[in-house]
């Protein structure tokens, strides 16, 4: 696979190409490529022919998600939390592919555990930096480097939660930034609709990844009436289909939100 590191003195070694879009495969860039669900998503479209763009702070993780997808993979690591990271991302992605069709926005952090009264500033600060901050970033540079392509034109794909809709308890820094991601996807498809780019947004529940061990899901996940309950979950590969069905749409649909869960989860009825 293709290697971009903080400069781009690797930039020969990766294929360009100069053929008309539509022609060519097209360039999606995944946030948080590194593990779980961004690892899942990048991993599926690669296979289904896609270029990938593989943004996240661990190099070596990047290339574990890109390995045997050759030159189609491009590792970029970035903070998303970092303006210059996030605008080399963009910058790399259309050096090496020539323009950027989707952005699955999926970087994100569950933030502290505990009630409002004891989350701490700084906690807070941090958990609102990775999941709003960086989502407004990484949006606002793909929204930009797609209202300046030829077509003009893109789809944005921002990951929020099942804590847009519902909170677990113990977990207001991370619900308060879900549920920021749910207005920020909604103006971003108004703000969008001039340079024909879409915006929608994945609500995931229980895949199978490291976060479902944080929150103690498979050993038993804090109720909202104190006791502790094992949660089903399911396959992440199936939350990476739903995406791909989201990214793969002709530009004349969309799909503004898609809510997907453990069969059987807490969720309609928490309380």
Request: proline fraction near 5%; charge should be negative; aromatic fraction near 4%.
């Amino acid at each position: 696979m293709a290697n971009a590191e903080n400069t781009t003195e690797n930039e020969e070694n990766v294929t360009r190409t100069t053929a008309e879009p539509g022609s060519q495969p097209r360039v999606a860039v995944v946030t948080g490529a590194g593990s779980g669900i961004g690892r899942a998503v990048a991993r599926r479209l690669l296979a289904e022919g896609w270029s990938v763009v593989l943004a996240g702070r661990r190099a070596e993780l990047l290339h574990e998600t890109g390995e045997s997808f050759d030159s189609r993979a491009l590792a970029v690591p970035a903070d998303v939390t970092v303006p210059a990271d996030v605008e080399r991302v963009f910058a790399q992605a259309v050096d090496a592919f020539g323009r950027v069709d989707v952005l699955f926005n999926n970087a994100g952090m569950f933030g502290p555990a505990g009630n409002v009264g004891e989350i701490a500033p700084a906690d807070w600060d941090a958990t609102v930096a990775v999941n709003l901050t960086g989502s407004f970033l990484c949006a606002a540079a793909a929204f930009r480097t797609m209202a300046a392509q030829s077509p003009r034109g893109g789809r944005i794909i921002n990951n929020g939660s099942i804590s847009a809709h519902a909170p677990r308890p113990q977990s207001a820094a991370y619900t308060a930034t879900k549920h920021a991601i749910s207005g920020l996807t909604k103006s971003i498809e108004l703000d969008g609709r001039e340079f024909g780019i879409t915006c929608g947004q994945i609500d995931i529940g229980n895949t199978r990844t490291e976060i479902m061990d944080t929150l103690g899901v498979g050993e038993g996940a804090l109720q909202a009436d104190g006791t502790r309950r094992v949660e089903p979950t399911f396959p992440v590969e199936e939350a990476a289909r739903a995406v791909v069905l989201m990214a793969s749409l002709p530009p004349e649909a969309t799909v503004g939100s898609l809510l997907i869960t453990a069969s059987g989860m807490p969720f309609v009825g928490r309380g």
